[in-house]
């Protein structure tokens, strides 16, 4: 019976640690915290994770930091854009005139969809421009006029920001 004293011991002892009967056991469970992440750990800010696409649900990126190739493009279609993207300039006469107007025009195909002006010359500082804007879909249009006369020349310039717009 002595050798088989230890032999008894070792299997109660297995029994105990795999099954976790003890009240030390229990105690000890109990007292560690639970791992924060694990109640969470499929969602991010209360949206839920998944293995395989699917709307309104996260994905996870492959080792190369990257979304797998079977995840690209395969949502809606964004909406058509602006290319080809241009600047038209117009100047006018430099002289004395106290109005002056300039129109930039698009070129065929683009539309407008931004403009300026700049006015420059010896009496550019007393320019003061009143009007800047779209004349037209393939237009930009702007006035100046002196506001105080000096009769020393000026130029006024006008820009088009053309574009073909989908």
């Known amino acids: 019976m002595r050798g088989r004293l230890p032999l008894f011991l070792s299997i109660v002892a297995l029994v ?6 003890t009240g030390l056991g229990e105690a ?5 915290p639970r791992a924060s992440f694990a109640n969470n750990a499929h969602r991010v800010d209360g949206i839920h994770a998944s293995r395989r696409p699917r709307a309104g649900y996260l994905f996870p990126l492959g080792r190369n930091r990257k979304f797998p190739a079977s995840v690209i493009g395969t949502g809606p279609a964004g909406p058509p854009g602006v290319s ?3 600047i038209v300039t117009l100047a006018s006469a430099s002289d ?7 129109t930039a025009n698009c070129p065929a195909g683009k539309r407008v ?4 002006a700049r006015a420059t010359g010896t009496a550019s ?3 003061s421009l009143t009007e800047s ?4 879909a393939t237009q930009w249009t702007v006035l100046a006029r002196e506001v105080n006369v000096v009769g ?5 310039t006008t820009y088009a920001v053309c574009a073909i717009v989908r």
């Open 113 to 116: 969809i931004a403009g300026g």
């Open 125 to 127: 500082t007393e320019v």
């Open 16 to 21: 105990v640690a795999v099954t976790g009967f």
């Open 28 to 32: 000890a469970r109990d007292a560690l």
């Open 84 to 86: 080809a993207l241009e």
């Open 152 to 156: 020393t020349t000026w130029m006024l």
């Open 133 to 136: 804007y779209p004349s037209s």
């Open 96 to 102: 004395t005139s106290n109005t002056k107007s300039a």
